[in-house]
């Protein structure tokens, strides 16, 4: 069945008014109104509302499904076949405020679980031959459900059959290096029990976490599916999400400076906090997946299927305390980071600014923006416009040549300073376009004719440059003002999200509030040219090598992502600076890099991690597998090598600032921290090279 917006929720309306005075107040009543006031929501604000139709109802019924069953492990294909009835009705059951789809699949999942918890305790009471040449496919989008429970069963067979071969082989590895005491002189099959009797741990652990979980936890994830159809960046908030996101947007956040979520049956990092503890660490990298957490000299606890506040639970704690990481990285690999916890130093977020020298000798200007942030609260709080203007005017009174604006990893922030912050490069103008549904685009324009910084300008970016950071990239790209410099693309996110509580959107109903908040797109950016930023991001003028060189990243990665389109372009010129001879830059540039062997293996470790990524059927003999882990490990670490040495030379800090950073140890340390960063930046050695030819133009 097929209903049109106005019509359809002109019925909820009278629905809701009907329920308000004649319905009892239990957990159906608030399901009832929770679908109805998110859909609502996005009906009447969502930039791109779709129809709750049948085509609707399918799509929902598939996310649905591959979210509550990502790995395959719980359902079969008869599961499957019973739910089908229900594939286009899911817009009915909308209008309707019922769940039953969602009930039946909920006691389908609990079914299974109950089935398999039988199937990995039977499996793992016997030892595993590790001859046999077999395979198994990892990731589980690739594996097909079931047919039946023999099936089933014997991919879970193969499933722990692996996890119990990666242990051993650890095993093995660390009594060969005579790591643990506890191993030596233990036999392969010794050590191979002991490895199925860690895999029995972690799974019964999770199924009692499992055993946990309660019919809102499987709720958030149908709500979510229902507002992710719509697109990646709309979804629903339980109040204490929202709290949680608040928080997280504050800045004040304690433990190891990382922002977490929920990603199917993992968690997955979703940025890391400059100037924290996991930042400073290095290894913890956004889009990482948290597998397992240990404290201290503590066996590790697996948080597979945890639910994300208990996962931040346990990554949390006091000050000077360790937390070991057991991460799943991008590329598939597995890798262990521990991580002293601390205070997060919330200056480390600000913009910062460095000399630096080309091998020629020119003095080059180097300001890093880890975020566009703006303290809405406080008129007096920190603007990231305002420090930027503060580093360019130091900058210049140093006499630099040309500057260097690095927003690499940068995901964005206050629009209202990306548009001030772009106006200290050109005289006042079109910065940007912002659309709403059914209107024209409002033009937001810099109106300061002044310009803080008239010379060569650089902006590094990479795959995870987003918002804010592809509009200032995109408007120097489009008034030829600036080299932009990076990945193949930035991240591609174009739109703009707004929260709605849904308990002042809503009224009645106090018996069953609080009912979250759901956030939604309301705006898409279009560049002053016309294109959007949405999807394909900004595509720098120079492209550097990095290790996602291969690999899908960003917005397209993304399930449902809106659209790229265009719109009128706006008229915008410049008279600061014109970018010159941009061919020859690039021509010159590709050369450099086609030359230097470090940016060779750049790409060759890129090819690699989309070989592992596409190729993700591992065998399950010992000795195959060791050799071909032994075999990565060493490109591995041939790898890490090459970013051992500084290849950026005549880098120091402002010498106003030098005694600032020196009367606080922890500040010292931190800024050490980063020069050698700076120094070891092959990235940034090309950007200077780049730079000097803008300055022999």
């Not at 499904?65 to 499957?80: F, H, K, N, S, V």
């Not at 120097?476 to 193949?488: H, L």
Request: hydrophobic share 35%; aromatic share 10%; charged share 30%.
């Amino acid at each position: 069945m097929k209903f049109k917006g106005p019509i359809f929720f002109s019925f909820l309306l009278a629905c809701l008014l009907f329920a308000a005075f004649y319905r009892p107040a239990d957990n159906a009543e608030k399901e009832a109104v929770l679908i109805h006031s998110i859909l609502d929501g996005v009906n009447r604000y969502h930039f791109a509302p779709k129809d709750i139709d049948d085509s609707f109802s399918e799509t929902l019924y598939d996310l649905y499904l591959e979210r509550i069953d990502p790995g395959r492990r719980w359902l079969t294909q008869a599961d499957l076949k019973s739910l089908e009835v229900y594939k286009t009705q899911l817009d009915d059951e909308a209008a309707d405020g019922n769940y039953d789809y969602f009930d039946l699949s909920l006691q389908l999942v609990k079914k299974g679980i109950e089935k398999t918890e039988s199937y990995f305790k039977e499996i793992l009471d016997q030892p595993f031959d590790f001859t046999i040449d077999e395979s198994y496919e990892l990731d589980g989008k690739k594996r097909p459900f079931a047919k039946d429970d023999a099936e089933l069963r014997e991919a879970w067979r193969k499933m722990l059959k692996y996890e119990t071969l990666t242990r051993l082989e650890e095993k093995l590895e660390a009594q060969e290096k005579g790591e643990d005491e506890e191993l030596k002189g233990l036999s392969v099959e010794e050590l191979e029990k002991k490895s199925r009797e860690d895999v029995l741990k972690v799974f019964s652990d999770w199924y009692d976490r499992l055993g946990r979980r309660d019919r809102n936890d499987y709720l958030n994830t149908y709500l979510n599916s229902v507002t992710n159809v719509f697109d990646p960046h709309t979804g629903y908030f339980e109040p204490i999400e929202k709290q949680n996101f608040d928080i997280t947007l504050s800045g004040k956040l304690e433990g190891i400076g990382a922002r977490l979520q929920s990603d199917g049956e993992f968690t997955k990092v979703s940025s890391i906090v400059v100037g924290g503890p996991a930042w400073k660490q290095g290894d913890l990298k956004e889009n990482d997946k948290i597998v397992k957490v240990g404290q201290g000299d503590e066996e590790p606890v697996d948080v597979t299927g945890m639910e994300l506040d208990d996962v931040v639970s346990l990554i949390r704690g006091k000050k000077g305390t360790e937390v070991r990481l057991t991460v799943k990285k991008v590329d598939g690999t597995v890798e262990q980071i521990s991580i002293i916890r601390d205070i997060v130093i919330l200056e480390e977020g600000f913009a910062k600014s460095l000399l630096l020298h080309t091998p020629s000798k020119e003095k080059i200007g180097y300001i890093y923006l880890p975020r566009f942030y703006d303290d809405f609260s406080d008129e007096n709080g920190r603007s990231c416009a305002e420090d930027v203007n503060k580093e360019l005017e130091k900058l210049k009174a140093q006499n630099v040549q040309g500057v260097i604006l690095d927003l690499r990893d940068n995901p964005g922030g206050s629009l209202r300073d990306v548009v001030t912050m772009s106006g200290l490069f050109v005289e006042s103008g079109p910065v940007v376009q912002v659309k709403s549904r059914d209107r024209t685009p409002d033009v937001l324009q810099d109106v300061d004719p002044g310009v803080t910084w008239d010379g060569p300008l650089i902006i590094m970016v990479n795959s995870f440059s987003a918002s804010a950071s592809e509009i200032i990239a995109a408007a120097m790209q489009d008034y030829d003002r600036a080299v932009i410099v990076g990945s193949p693309s930035t991240f591609g996110k174009g739109t703009v999200q707004r929260f709605i509580d849904l308990d002042r959107s809503v009224s009645g109903y106090y018996e069953i509030k609080p009912l979250g908040s759901v956030k939604l797109t309301i705006q898409k950016f279009y560049r002053i040219d016309g294109g959007s930023t949405q999807l394909r991001g900004v595509e720098p003028d120079i492209v550097l090598p990095d290790d996602f060189y291969y690999l899908e990243t960003g917005e397209k990665e993304s399930e449902f992502p809106m659209k790229w389109t265009e719109i009128a372009p706006v008229p915008h010129e410049q008279k600061v600076y014109q970018v010159r001879k941009l061919d020859q830059l690039k021509a010159k540039s590709a050369q450099r890099v086609k030359n230097n062997p470090v940016f060779q293996e750049i790409l060759a470790n890129a090819k690699r991690l989309k070989d592992q990524r596409d190729n993700s059927v591992y065998t399950l003999n010992l000795d195959a597998f060791h050799t071909q882990q032994d075999e990565l490990q060493k490109k591995v670490d041939a790898y890490k090598d090459l970013f051992e040495q500084d290849v950026v030379f005549g880098v120091e800090n402002l010498p106003g600032e030098v005694a600032y950073i020196e009367a606080e140890e922890g500040r010292k340390a931190r800024n050490e921290d980063w020069l050698k960063d700076v120094r070891r930046d092959v990235h940034l050695q090309e950007t200077l090279l780049i730079m000097h030819d803008m300055l022999s133009n």
